[in-house]
Each structure stands twice: as C-alpha cells, then as structure tokens.
C-alpha cells in the first residue's frame, strides 16, 4: 500500500482532480485514456484487486459501479463500457481496485 500510485491520489499527493469524492471512492480521468471518455472509479480502500478482495468488500463493488452509473449520467453519456482488469495477466497494472469507464463518446 505504501506505494501504490492510487493511495496517494487519495491523499491528494499529486493534486488530481477527482469528478467525484465519497467515503468510498473517487473518480479521475485516466492519465492515458483508450477512449474519448475514459475515467477511473477508485476504492477509497486499498484492495489489490477482485481476486484479493474479502466478501465484505462486496458493498465497496456494489458502490463503484453505482458511481460509475451516476458520473455517466452526469456528464450525459449515452452508452459506455465498464471494465475491471484482474491481475497482471488480466492487463491489471495499479493492484489497487478501480473500474474503466470507457465511452467512445466524448462528454
Ligand atoms: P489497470 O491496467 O486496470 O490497472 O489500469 C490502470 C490505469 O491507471 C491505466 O489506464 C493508467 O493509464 C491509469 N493511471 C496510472 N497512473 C495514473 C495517474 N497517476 N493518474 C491517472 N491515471 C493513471
């Protein structure tokens, strides 16, 4: 955790703009998008990935994606796609739990 480039977004280390901030996450714009939309929905905890994390954090999950739904609407997207990359062979290269949101469509 101690390293973990998201943890010190969190923290406000590197003056990210969030669109969004809760108890439980963030929301930022990926830093290299893939798609004209492409922001990060970002667990305020730090759970390394789906595989790692507890039953518990099901609320957490839940709440990502309610957030995603949300920010989407917000900003007026019409359709978008939702990713989670699960370890390394999943493409997952920050181990701290975010979902893509992806829209080839510009908001
Ligand atoms: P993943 O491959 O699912 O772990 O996705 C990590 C994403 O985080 C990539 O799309 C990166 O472009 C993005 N990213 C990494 N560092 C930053 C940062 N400092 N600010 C914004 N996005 C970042």
Do not use: W
């Amino acid at each position: 955790m101690g390293d973990c480039v998201f943890c010190k977004i969190i923290a406000g280390e590197f003056g990210t703009e969030f669109l969004y901030e809760d108890d439980l996450c963030v929301i930022f714009k990926d830093m290299a998008p893939k798609a004209p939309t492409h922001l990060l929905i970002v667990s305020k905890k730090h759970i390394v990935s789906i595989a790692e994390m507890d039953d518990s954090d099901e609320v957490i999950v839940a709440h990502l994606i309610s957030c995603a739904r949300d920010v989407a609407k917000s900003i007026g997207l019409r359709g978008y796609n939702l990713q989670i990359n699960v370890g390394k062979d999943g493409g997952q290269e920050v181990f701290h739990l975010h979902i893509h949101l992806m829209s080839k469509f510009n908001s």
